[in-house]
């Protein structure tokens, strides 16, 4: 999905390769000129920050859940293959989007047009058939977020209440079947509710995980430095070895 994304992001931008020159200025000027100085940077600043702990859940600790089912001799190579996620998802991929907005030439969104539907629009200056390849991509990371975050709570939920089901009611399962019907049914909420409603509440709920999470890694930060330092003294061994 993030191949198929980013190629027809590539083909929109050579489409509109003339104006990717000004799009970089464009996007320096309304992040470094003194109108942002004045009142926005800082609100700018926030915006950015919750979407990008949207997008590639950064210092969230979510993302652990999943790398810690990972069988390798080093964990600390998994903490590499953890670092790509942030780079591929906001550096490359919202960075592809913001240029195929402005160099399509609307970034003024004079429709008012948000989330899908103005990059939809922007996919459109191509070709009236080009937005159509948006739609697996759209559906390819819906579902894989809807999966990956009912994985983060089935094991969440199993930790939490998990003995609980399996002392009373002697089985482990009934913990994760609880959590799944739940699950479908906030999942079905969801689709109804306000966009800009869901969103708020989303954000509300990544800082709190954020808060306590952050706190954690600087208590643990020395813990991390001894394995990575540990991790490239065995390295240089091996490759002496080698």
């Known amino acids: 999905m993030a191949i198929l994304y980013i190629t027809s992001c590539l083909v929109v931008i050579a489409f509109n390769y003339q104006h990717v020159g000004q799009a970089f200025v464009t996007i320096f000027d309304g992040a470094f000129s003194p109108d942002a100085a004045k009142g926005g940077f800082v609100g700018v600043m926030i915006i950015g920050f919750r979407r990008a702990a949207f997008s590639n859940e950064a210092g969230i600790g979510s993302a652990a859940i999943a790398h810690a089912t990972v069988k390798t001799q080093k964990p600390v190579t998994e903490g590499f293959v ?9 550096v490359i991929i919202c960075t ?3 240029l195929v907005i402005i160099t399509s ?3 003024s969104n004079p429709n008012q047009l948000t989330g899908a539907a103005l990059t939809s629009a922007a996919f459109s200056t191509v070709s009236a058939w080009f937005p159509y390849l948006l739609l697996p991509t ?3 990371f819906a579902y894989t977020t809807i999966i990956s975050w009912s994985y983060y709570g089935v094991k969440s939920f199993d930790f939490l209440v998990g003995n609980f089901f399996e002392k009373h009611l002697g089985k482990r399962i009934y913990a994760t079947r609880l959590y799944q019907i739940l699950f479908l049914i906030t999942t079905a909420l969801g689709s109804v509710i306000s966009l800009n409603a869901l969103v708020d509440f ?10 306590p999470n952050i706190i954690g890694l600087y208590i643990l930060a020395p813990e991390v430095r001894a ?4 991790y490239w003294a065995w390295l240089k061994t091996e490759r002496s070895k080698a």
């Open 82 to 90: 953890a670092l790509l996620e942030p780079f591929i998802d906001t």
């Open 96 to 98: 592809l989007t913001a």
């Open 105 to 107: 030439g609307l970034y």
């Open 138 to 140: 759209i559906f390819l």
């Open 202 to 211: 989303s954000d509300m709920l990544v800082l709190a995980m954020a808060v």
């Open 227 to 230: 394995e990575l330092n540990a």
